[in-house]
């Protein structure tokens, strides 16, 4: 146990903290960090540095190289800085490097220096320049704070999500402030600034002075400032070599610490570790390290070379150009749980897995869980991974992120053993990781199109989740529009092959595709595509060579662009539809006659060239029945547009004139048994009995007589049915007596025509208490037919 606690350090009575290497490292820095300009993201992320050449008292001679580094030194990129000079580095939450530019450009970098994007700060920020820049990380994601040369002060919450804001002015600042940070408070980025012994805190509206509890008098001026890691406590180092650590809120005071040293220090961090009640800030100069909290002692190291300071959820990263060390507070309960170090956790789950044995009913979950945890914290701690994360942090920052951070360092086999070692399931750990590797994969121009696809298909095969049409798309890309091609054949679903076919430009191939699926919807998105992409002439080709892709957008034609229609029939010399479509044309799209007969002689004329000759006839005779429409509608009035021909002799009868009714009828040929229909009819609607008993004796009647019956009998005149039953031929005799109502003449018919289905017709409509003598008279011709 003694050699154990030998690197406590007590802080008062209740508190020890410990410092331990974390890494030798062997990065061979060819600068000293005070020349550079240096981030080191938290959570063991990596180190980027850049020589700071833009000094005033420095001359830049050579262009500087940007280099990134693992948390163990091992190098990840390097590159000649090309752009303008650089103000401050910084990480983002998803560990990308952004680099603040003099003139408010923000250069984005990738773990291995590839460049992502850029943005810039605003106008106002390009034409004063950049002092001093701050990246800050919230709820919402990672932000950029500037001070201009104006002394003014420009922020972006989320550069995911660029909005810019311009803080107020502060009275009276004429110079740059002494010291300031960015502070999250209620979701709201604020900042924080001193000016000489005054303090200001700046929302997006106003400009608010703020007083600090319980601050020791005599301060001219505050020299830095430090925001815990949770952004709950806030930390001040004045002119006097106080310290004062209160709630990031100004409501409450923490303690206050004299630390007799006046000059500036170079960095000033928190020092805390989750649910702990212990607060300590850590306070580094050139030579001398610093550990205060609340009490009147304090905990000093001796620094022999120039170091960085990076906060952490529960400590402090301290890395030189040789050690990488880590400095936390040991937790209270560390003799009996796992501690920070996963190494000498392993040993304790050691003791522990012996010590288990004698004890009853122990859950073994918990104790299982945390060998898992504790072994990929060693694993990812190895120095060429290089991702010094403690279980605290672990638990923050949780498995799906730690193995992004692994795909993201192209640490593809290790992510994929944490993956099956936690049997996490495939869509979330195996298939996600394999899609990246596949992604960086498709990058490596010195391999052929063909064996990186041959080499990604191998790999992955059918696995779940894994969605090739998104490799192609990082391969398109990367300027790699064949390989793309190739990689969408091994994609299943049409609805993902289609529409980066369409971003490539491979609209007829994406046609193909389409219509392979089966799938209108995606058919129709692709012509309608193709039709703005391609001249009319060879757009129409492309469909004649695709008979379902044709026949779909004529359809889609038919209801949205009837001129494209007729279009792709004449193409097509497809003279039996394009008659059709003048046909329709000339009842939809023409409003005066002269325009539907002129359609409707077009429509004629295509259906001569397709050699219909019925259709061409009716046509004609359409067109002749609209003129003479037209010419009743003048001279008689009445509406006969658009009415048939039959339509148009009963309304010529219903109106009285029979004798154009009839030269109608002889010039369109209506039989004459139809004829008297129509006139039958309309005589009967006008109840013109007279008129009807003239037309019945004007000639024989072609249709017979019984439907003269049949329609006084449905008007409901009993009367005149009885003059037209008498003249009703035999065969339709009995019938006819029958509609009038007169069963027992019906009946003597029936007999005298020996006729069973007669006698039968006339049994039915008889009625058993009034005819009652001709059921008997019937029976008895029945049964002496019987006996012949």
Known sequence: MDCYTANWNPLGDSAFYRKYELYSMDWDLKEELRD????????????????????????????????????????????????????????SAEEELLCVQEDGVVLVYGLHGDFRRHFSMGNEVLQNRVLDARIFHTELGSGVAILTGAHRFTLSANVSDLKLRRMPEVPGLQSAPSCWTTLCRDRVAHILLAVGPDLYLLDHATCSPVTLPGLAPGVSSFLQMAVSFTSRHLALFTDTGYIWMGTASFKEKLCEFNCNIRAPPKQMVWCSRPRSKERAVVVAWERRLMVVGDTPESIQFVLDEDSYLVPELDGVRIFSRTTHEFLHEVPGEALTRAPGDPGQGLLGTTAASFGKCFLDRFPPDSFVRMCQD???????????????????QYKQLTIQVLLDRLVLRRLYPLAIQICEYLRLP??????????????????????????????????????????????????????????????????PRSGEQVPLL????????????????GDTDLVFTVLLHLKNELN??????????????????????K????????????????????????????????????????ALQKAAEAFNKAKNDFAAKATEDQMRLLRLQRCLEDELGGRFLDLSVHDTVTT????????????????????????????????????????????????????????FVEICMKQHNKYEAKKYASRVGPEQKVKALLLVGDVAQAADVAIEHRNEAEMSLVLSHCTGATDGATVDKIQRARAQAQKK
């Not at 990129?77 to 990480?91: E, I, Q, R, Y």
């Not at 008993?693 to 009647?701: L, Y």
Request: positive net charge; charged residues 25%.
């Open 36 to 91: 550079c300009l240096v981030a080191a993201a938290p959570y063991g992320g990596p180190i980027a540095l850049l020589r700071n050449l833009w000094r005033k008292e420095k001359a830049a001679s050579v262009r500087p190289v940007l280099e990134i580094y693992s948390a163990s030194g091992m190098p990840l990129a390097s590159l000649m800085w090309k752009s303008g000079p650089v103000v401050s580095l910084g990480w």
């Open 374 to 392: 504790l072994r990929i914290l060693n694993a990812i701690r190895d120095y060429h991974i290089g991702i010094p994360l403690t279980y605290s």
């Open 426 to 491: 495939e869509v979330q750990g195996v298939s996600r990781i394999l899609a990246h590797w596949a992604c960086y994969k498709v990058q490596q121009k010195d391999v052929s199109d063909e064996d990186v696809a041959r080499a990604i298909n191998q790999k992955l095969g059918d696995t779940p989740g894994v969605s090739y049409s998104d490799i192609a798309a990082r391969a398109y890309g990367c300027g790699r529009t064949e390989l793309a091609i190739k990689l969408l054949e091994y994609e």
């Open 502 to 517: 369409l971003k490539m430009k491979r609209s007829k191939l994406a046609l193909s595709k389409a219509i392979e699926s």
């Open 536 to 557: 009319r002439g060879d757009f129409f080709m492309t469909l004649r060579n695709q008979p379902m892709a044709l026949s779909l957008y004529r359809q889609f034609c």
């Open 559 to 598: 209801h949205q662009e009837l001129e494209t229609l007729k279009d792709l029939y004449n193409q097509d010399d497809n003279h039996q539809e394009l008659g059709s479509f003048h046909i329709r044309a000339s009842y939809t799209a023409e409003e005066h006659i002269e325009g539907r007969v002129a």
């Open 652 to 707: 010529l009868i219903l109106g009285g004139h029979n004798k154009r009714a009839e030269q109608v009828a002889r010039d369109f040929r209506i039989p004459d048994k139809r004829l008297w229909w129509l006139k039958l009819t309309a005589l009967a609607d006008l109840e013109d009995w007279e008129e009807l008993e003239k037309f019945s004796k004007s000639k024989k009647s072609p249709i017979g007589y019984l439907p």
